[in-house]
């Protein structure tokens, strides 16, 4: 092909074309397309770098929207960590073709669908709207790179496949983080619950407390049967339904997950906070326990949503063979960005120690549900944290 193409190759690609149709600026256009044409004629050739190419930019494009919503709009690292490395991951698959033929074969003015759109294209009612949008673009186009590559090369067709497999995943758990609702930042009392109440009287117990200002609550039960949790579970979220409280569950992902709740918390000694990643899939705020300032920062690191940080003080309901102590929370607040609770022996006596370190937020237990009126002083709790 040089100035011009023949006519009897111009109607093999385009058949829909007659004799006294003018082929596009693109076929007229001399291309040096490489020595492996694969299944394809020059002509062909030309037609499936056009492809890939555009789709290359588009799956591109729509991974950059996307680490750009994480970074600047959820100030989530986790999901733009995710979203960079399928965006390098991505650069490397487009780096097997030469990026030399398709910019020859790149022709924007020829482009028939430029001037197409529809409603949903052109307007976005929320700002959110923009990430489902996104991801759809770039699996859409990991497939078209996929089956327009099978043309030129099986081996790079095969690269985009498993790239394409990969991609449903990692912006599943992307999706998930960004368009899930983050921790309130009004939410700073967060109390532990177990199941040793009728189950009447728990219910009754998470309304009212729900009610007098706790924003969070833990189902932690070491004791309890898997059955016995779910079924707490389930009820304490029945009793918050209409407010503005949420439940983590204490360890057990599967339970959090089967139940609905808002979250996991995990220790240092239980599953690995990539583990608990991988199995919430995003679903689930992950919150983890920490004693010293290296694994609040690890946990932060590793896409924890927050963390518990102590012991602080001495505890009625749990011993600790050492405390970290406020020193601790200081050094916290200095370093992690995520939601920190202070965690261990805090009561209304000691709380404004508590809150001199930086820390806005406490997690608790026997200070309330000891208290002769539990509801009276998880309201206390609440109005000196909020004053802060």
Same mark, same amino acid.
């Given at each position: 092909?040089?100035?011009?193409?023949?006519?009897?190759?111009?109607?093999?690609?385009?058949?829909?074309? /007659?004799k !006294?149709?003018?082929?596009?600026?693109?076929?007229?256009?001399?291309?040096?397309?490489?020595?492996?044409?694969?299944?394809?004629?020059?002509?062909?050739? @030309?037609?499936v770098?056009?492809?890939?190419?555009?789709?290359?930019?588009r799956?591109?494009?729509?991974?950059?929207?996307l @680490?750009?919503?994480?970074?600047?709009?959820?100030?989530?690292?986790?999901?733009?960590?995710?979203?960079?490395?399928?965006r390098?991951?991505?650069?490397?698959?487009?780096?097997?073709?030469?990026?030399?033929?398709?910019?020859?074969?790149?022709?924007?003015?020829?482009?028939?669908?430029?001037?197409?759109?529809?409603?949903?294209?052109?307007?976005?009612?929320?700002?959110?709207?923009?990430?489902?949008?996104?991801?759809?673009?770039?699996?859409?186009?990991?497939r078209?790179? @996929?089956e327009?590559?099978?043309?030129?090369?099986?081996?790079?067709?095969?690269?985009?496949?498993q790239?394409?497999?990969? %991609?449903?995943?990692v912006?599943?758990?992307?999706?998930?983080?960004?368009?899930?609702?983050?921790? $309130?930042?009004?939410a700073?009392?967060?109390?532990?619950?177990?199941?040793?109440?009728e189950? !009447?009287?728990?219910?009754?117990?998470?309304?009212?407390?729900?009610?007098?200002?706790? !924003?969070l609550?833990?189902?932690r039960d070491?004791?309890?049967?898997?059955?016995?949790?779910?079924?707490?579970? $389930?009820?304490?979220?029945?009793?918050?339904?209409?407010k503005?409280?949420?439940?983590?569950?204490?360890?057990?992902?599967?339970?959090?997950?089967?139940?609905g709740?808002a979250?996991?918390?995990?220790?240092?000694?239980?599953?690995?906070?990539?583990?608990?990643?991988?199995?919430?899939?995003?679903?689930?705020?992950?919150?983890?326990?920490?004693?010293?300032?290296?694994?609040?920062?690890?946990?932060?690191?590793? /896409?924890?949503?927050?963390?518990?940080?102590g012991?602080?003080?001495?505890s009625?309901?749990k011993?600790?063979?050492?405390?970290?102590g406020?020193?601790?929370?200081?050094?916290? %607040?200095?370093?992690?960005?995520?939601?920190?609770?202070?965690?261990?022996?805090?009561?209304?006596?000691?709380?404004?120690?508590?809150?001199?370190?930086?820390?806005?937020?406490?997690?608790?237990?026997?200070?309330?549900?000891?208290?002769?009126?539990?509801?009276?002083?998880?309201?206390?709790?609440?109005?000196?944290?909020?004053?802060?």
């Amino acid at each position: 092909m040089v100035a011009a193409l023949a006519e009897h190759d111009y109607d093999s690609v385009n058949p829909a074309f /007659g004799k !006294d149709s003018k082929p596009s600026q693109l076929t007229i256009r001399h291309h040096k397309i490489g020595n492996r044409l694969g299944n394809c004629s020059k002509t062909e050739a @030309e037609f499936v770098l056009r492809v890939l190419d555009a789709n290359a930019n588009r799956a591109a494009e729509g991974l950059r929207t996307l @680490e750009d919503f994480a970074r600047l709009v959820r100030e989530d690292p986790v999901a733009a960590g995710l979203l960079k490395n399928l965006r390098h991951q991505l650069a490397s698959a487009v780096g097997k073709l030469s990026r030399a033929e398709r910019l020859s074969a790149r022709s924007a003015d020829t482009d028939g669908g430029t001037q197409i759109s529809t409603p949903s294209e052109v307007e976005r009612l929320r700002l959110s709207d923009i990430v489902p949008a996104a991801c759809e673009r770039v699996t859409q186009s990991l497939r078209c790179l @996929e089956e327009y590559s099978k043309m030129l090369s099986p081996e790079i067709s095969s690269s985009f496949k498993q790239l394409r497999y990969h %991609a449903y995943d990692v912006l599943a758990e992307a999706e998930l983080r960004l368009m899930r609702n983050s921790l $309130r930042d009004s939410a700073r009392l967060y109390l532990l619950v177990d199941c040793s109440q009728e189950l !009447d009287d728990f219910i009754e117990s998470i309304a009212t407390l729900a009610d007098a200002g706790v !924003d969070l609550f833990q189902l932690r039960d070491k004791q309890a049967e898997g059955a016995t949790l779910l079924r707490y579970a $389930r009820a304490a979220l029945c009793a918050m339904h209409g407010k503005q409280s949420e439940l983590i569950i204490n360890d057990r992902v599967d339970i959090a997950l089967a139940c609905g709740a808002a979250g996991v918390h995990v220790g240092q000694d239980d599953l690995p906070l990539d583990e608990v990643r991988r199995m919430a899939r995003g679903r689930l705020w992950i919150g983890v326990s920490t004693h010293d300032v290296d694994q609040a920062v690890a946990a932060e690191q590793g /896409g924890a949503d927050y963390i518990g940080c102590g012991p602080t003080f001495a505890s009625t309901t749990k011993s600790f063979d050492a405390f970290s102590g406020i020193s601790f929370l200081e050094l916290v %607040a200095k370093r992690v960005t995520i939601p920190q609770f202070a965690i261990g022996g805090i009561t209304l006596d000691n709380l404004a120690e508590v809150q001199q370190s930086g820390f806005t937020r406490i997690a608790v237990s026997g200070v309330i549900q000891r208290s002769g009126n539990p509801a009276e002083t998880a309201r206390a709790l609440k109005s000196q944290l909020s004053a802060t």
